[in-house]
């Protein structure tokens, strides 16, 4: 079993930054694409983010592109979600999430919330403007 706890989230001023973090336990990490999720309320929960394995592809959402770097850290089991220039939009419940089959992330998988084997409990972002 895996245990997914993100961390990072706040009340941020629109323009700043945050970084959030998804650790990891219960397996290696490394066995495991990494998905970013968020759902403001309201909403349906919308893909945000994606990343390999091993770190070397990554896939971001339309609404983030540019702006969120998605990382990892496999030796330290834990994942990463760099958010920059927020707006008010950006204001949600952010989740982290385990693939266990799927090797480099592609936008016809990645976005689906079914693809993902384990979720985190999500952590909420404000971003007040």
């Known amino acids: 079993q895996v245990q997914l706890v993100e961390s990072g989230g706040g009340l941020v001023q629109a323009g700043g930054f945050r970084r959030l973090s998804c650790a990891a336990s219960?397996?290696?990490?490394?066995?495991?694409?990494m998905g970013w999720f968020r759902q403001a309320p309201g909403k349906d929960r919308e893909f945000v983010a994606a990343?390999?394995?091993?770190?070397?592809?990554?896939l971001y959402g339309d609404s983030v592109k540019g702006r969120f770097t998605v990382s990892r850290d496999n030796a330290r089991n834990t994942g990463y979600l760099e958010m920059n220039y927020l707006n008010v939009e950006d204001t949600a419940v952010y989740y982290c999430?385990?693939?266990?089959?799927?090797?480099?992330?592609?936008?016809?998988?990645?976005?689906?919330?079914?693809?993902?084997?384990?979720w985190g409990q999500g952590t909420q972002v404000t971003v007040s403007s």
């Open positions: 219960g397996r290696p990490l490394s066995w495991f694409a």
């Open positions: 990343i390999s394995w091993s770190g070397g592809s990554t």
């Open positions: 999430a385990l693939d266990q089959t799927m090797n480099i992330p592609t936008r016809d998988r990645s976005t689906v919330l079914a693809e993902y084997d384990y």
